[in-house]
C-alpha cells in the first residue's frame, strides 16, 4: 500500500470563511500515485473545518447565515463560558463542531471519486493567523 502525506497552510483575513482545496486535494492524489484508495483531508485545528458540497456562492452566504444564528460570535464571556478563559472565539469551536472535523474521499482510477457538483472546503471560523491542513492519500 502506498502512502503520501501533504499540508496545506491556510492564511484566511476573515474571521469566517469558505475555500475551494479541492486543487490542492487533486494534485496531492496525483503526486501520491494512487489509482485506488482513500484521501483523508482534515482540519488541524480546532476553530476550522473541512466539508464536501456545492461549490456555489449562494450556499456559501447560507452557511455562513445559518452558523450565525446558531453560533453568534460575541467575544463576551457572559455569553460563552469559554470566553472567560481570555478567548474570545468559543462561537468558532461550535461551528467547527456543526461543520466537521474531516472528510474521506474514494480515490478511484486515480482520482476524487465525486458525486455531482461535490468539492472539498476549507471552513475558517477564527481566521486572521495561519493554520493547517493534512491530506493523507492511501491506496495502491
Do not use: C
Not at 467547527?96 to 474531516?102: D, F, S, V, Y
Amino acid at each position: 500500500m502506498k502512502s503520501h502525506t501533504a499540508y496545506l497552510t491556510l492564511s484566511i483575513p476573515e474571521r469566517m470563511a469558505f475555500t475551494n482545496i479541492t486543487p490542492e486535494v487533486e494534485a496531492a492524489v496525483l503526486k501520491s500515485g494512487v489509482q485506488e484508495g482513500l484521501v483523508l483531508v482534515n482540519a488541524m485545528h480546532i476553530t476550522a473545518s473541512v466539508f464536501v458540497n456545492d461549490d456555489e456562492p449562494g450556499l456559501h452566504e447560507d452557511f455562513a447565515r445559518w452558523l450565525e444564528q446558531l453560533a453568534p460570535f460575541d467575544p463576551s464571556p457572559r455569553t460563552w463560558h469559554h470566553n472567560r478563559t481570555g478567548e474570545d472565539n468559543a462561537d468558532a469551536h461550535v461551528k467547527r463542531q456543526i461543520m466537521g472535523r474531516e472528510v474521506v474521499v474514494a480515490i478511484t482510477k486515480g482520482k476524487l471519486d465525486f458525486g455531482p457538483w461535490e468539492q472539498i472546503f476549507y471552513g475558517e471560523f477564527d481566521g486572521r493567523r495561519p493554520k493547517r491542513v493534512l491530506i493523507k492519500v492511501l491506496g495502491e
